[in-house]
């Protein structure tokens, strides 16, 4: 397993590699422009109907009256319960993190003031990363205001309002929800393209044969031909931030160190995946179906342009199968909702061990296949 | 004179096959060393193994006195190696290609003056800043010489390095080859030129795997298996070569016949003079006469003795 850690000669091919993508920045651009085009394609096509958003209740009220409003939101298709939380901190945190889209706070002496015909309200926190949801539930929220409890009947007509906020997104912008998605896909489409089609470039070419009869080790050829992919990606990465920022108006709200590091980890996963393609195809035209294979089920259930917890349950489950899920849900959590290591450390964790098997087991089968 | 190569029953087996089978060889220094044989009788894996590209499945072989296995690393850093085709980068200069292969080997401070040397050797210095992809067939070989030359290598392996190029560039590159000889280098040269193999100071021809013949161009040519005891060769010159040749395949006596452009090349039993061949041919006798066994003749008896062989066996 020596060859694994011979880095000879990377240097050398990473002065090749480089001068090689210099000498096409055509096919570079457009590499990198298509996807985003088709982004911004479908980011103002798509649209979804909105149903079964997950939602959290912080019930502080033990009454009838709040027990026959939760069986109203329960019974709705615009919003599942999926959580009962115990304070008012882990309802927001229940948002930040992810896992739900949609939070109640039923009052203190709800039930009383419902009876007592003082008109309570009930706060709402919806999550506003994706602005068609948001949309949605902020219309269905305030509705729930207006619907009779059932199963609960005082002499007069019961009368109690909704009042949602809209976090992170207040204005409900679109953008905020597709442009994290598309950095996503970016950094993964292009690092597994590239990669693939340069490794198994050499192979096509017949220039593999002549590489290896050089001293260049085998972790030297393969870091070689790595690196000069971290760069472009690195550049593509701070491309896409800079559009979003300036041209689509996102703020991020977290921290954009831990934002970079994470998506350096990302990169494991994607350079992993295209070392892997580069070993099993034998030709350019493979390996670009190949990475096509990878790539279409990717766009479509990681969350990158539909929202997740609209899909039904098999395409959600489908959906952890796939790295990119996981970056998805990490972009939208520190770019959106402000979110850090402590409200995402289980997508973190999961991508992480993604990408260190992933790249792992490739690199051995590249060494195994430079034999 | 101390030998670059010496290869004793090196042995690659694929699966059920043997590839390469029990080859013994040795080549001398300073030599232009042909290796010849049809297309996957086993030459480049030959090569890729004394490349130390490829594990042998037994046997040993040394290459510069380097064990290719225990001491592949410095067999690659010993020798120089041209593949098959252009291997190079059609998408770098000249100069890029170079620079690559110069830091490939990390040959560092002395790397400027090695490619310059190399770029003097191979005379493609008015291509310097040339894309690989732009040039001629022949020039694309002389970069890869270049570039399998930039570390100074006592030996170099070269793939089929004239297959596809014009006879002008063809004539050209071997030419390098020799002055190139003449200051020290080996090389190990694969070809299905039969010209080139003329030219080369020793040669081995193989056959699925087996090592048919060794030695130098002439001692091949008088191999007992070329000319067979009791036999002689003529050389019959005609214009209706088919013709000519389907009749003389049913002459009583003809042991092999092979058509050579517009000559038949036949061995008969020596008792046939070539007056009594012309007469069975109904030719006139001043177009058969007899002939040494080229090369190609050589080869082709051999084979076809080979395959007897194993037909009787």
Redesign the interface.
């Known amino acids: 397993m020596n060859a694994l850690l011979d880095f000879?000669?990377a240097?050398?091919?990473i002065?090749?590699e480089l001068?090689?993508i210099m000498?096409?920045p055509f096919t570079l651009a457009l590499a990198i422009g298509v996807p985003m085009v088709q982004m911004l394609l479908l980011g103002y096509a798509i649209n979804t109907t909105v149903e079964h958003v997950p939602a959290a209740v912080f019930r502080e009220d033990r009454g009838p009256a709040a027990q026959a409003f939760i069986d109203g939101l329960t019974g709705s298709r615009t919003f599942d319960v999926v959580e009962y939380v115990g304070d008012r901190n882990a309802l927001r945190s229940a948002i930040v993190s992810g896992r739900v889209r949609v939070a109640f706070d039923i009052p203190p002496n709800f039930t009383a003031d419902v009876v007592a015909g003082r008109n309570p309200a009930i706060g709402s926190l919806i999550d506003g990363s994706d602005s068609a949801i948001a949309q949605v539930a902020y219309g269905s929220a305030i509705a729930l205001g207006g619907i009779p409890l059932r199963n609960f009947t005082t002499g007069a007509i019961p009368q109690f309002e909704v009042r949602p906020i809209v976090m992170f997104n207040p204005s409900m912008r679109s953008a905020n929800f597709f442009v994290p998605g598309l950095i996503g896909l970016v950094m993964q489409n292009i690092t597994i393209m590239l990669t693939a089609l340069a490794i198994v470039g050499e192979r096509e070419?017949?220039?593999l044969?002549?590489?290896?009869?050089?001293?260049?080790g085998t972790a030297g050829l393969m870091f070689g031909k790595l690196i000069p992919y971290v760069l472009v990606a690195g550049v593509q990465f701070c491309a896409v931030l800079l559009v979003m920022r300036f041209i689509f108006q996102v703020p991020i709200a977290g921290n954009l160190a831990l934002l970079t590091a994470v998506s350096l980890a990302f990169l494991l996963v994607s350079l992993g995946l295209g070392l892997f393609i580069s070993t099993v195809a034998q030709t350019q035209i493979q390996a670009q179906l190949m990475a096509i294979f990878i790539l279409l089920p990717s766009v479509l259930v990681s969350g990158a342009v539909f929202e997740r917890s609209l899909m039904p349950e098999p395409m959600q489950l489908f959906g952890y199968v796939i790295p990119l899920t996981y970056y998805i849900e990490i972009l939208r959590g520190i770019i959106v909702r402000g979110a850090g290591i402590a409200e995402l450390w289980r997508s973190m964790v999961a991508m992480l061990a993604y990408g260190v098997i992933t790249f792992v087991l490739a690199s051995i089968r590249f060494v195994r296949s430079t034999? | 004179m101390s030998d670059a190569i010496a290869i004793d029953a090196l042995t690659k087996i694929y699966g059920e096959r043997a590839v390469v089978d029990a080859i013994s060889l040795s080549v001398p220094s300073s030599s232009v060393f042909g290796f010849l044989g049809p297309n996957g009788s086993g030459k480049t894996t030959t090569i890729k193994m004394l490349c130390g590209l490829v594990h042998p499945s037994a046997g040993r072989a040394t290459v510069n006195g380097y064990d290719v296995v225990t001491q592949s690393d410095l067999v690659r850093r010993s020798i120089g190696y041209m593949a098959q085709g252009f291997a190079l980068y059609g998408d770098l200069t000249v100069d890029e290609n170079l620079e690559f292969y110069t830091r490939a080997y990390g040959l560092g401070a002395r790397g400027r003056e090695r490619k310059d040397a190399v770029i003097e050797t191979v005379g493609i210095g008015r291509y310097r800043h040339y894309l690989g992809a732009q040039l001629s067939g022949g020039w694309q070989r002389r970069l890869a010489l270049a570039a399998a030359l930039i570390h100074d290598p006592p030996l170099v392996f070269l793939d089929e390095p004239t297959a596809g190029i014009d006879p002008v560039a063809r004539r050209d590159l071997w030419d390098l080859l020799f002055r190139l000889t003449a200051q020290g280098k080996t090389f190990f040269v694969t070809t299905h030129y039969m010209d080139e193999a003329e030219r080369c100071s020793s040669l081995a021809y193989i056959y699925e795997g087996r090592l048919l013949a060794k030695g130098s161009p002439e001692e091949i040519r008088e191999l007992q298996e070329v000319t067979p005891r009791g036999s002689v060769r003529y050389t019959i010159a005609t214009d209706e070569v088919m013709d000519v040749f389907r009749r003389v395949r049913s002459i009583e006596g003809i042991r092999d016949a092979t058509i050579f452009g517009r000559d038949i090349h036949v061995v008969v039993d020596a008792s046939m003079t070539a007056l009594a061949l012309a007469g069975a041919l109904r030719l006139d006798p001043s177009r058969v006469s007899p002939v040494e066994p080229s090369l190609e003749d050589a080869f082709v008896m051999l084979t076809r003795s080979r395959l007897q062989d194993e037909r009787a066996s």
Request: proline share 4%.
């Open positions: 000879r000669g240097g050398a091919v002065y090749k001068r090689q000498r096409s070419r017949g220039t044969d002549q590489l290896l009869v050089t001293p260049i034999r």
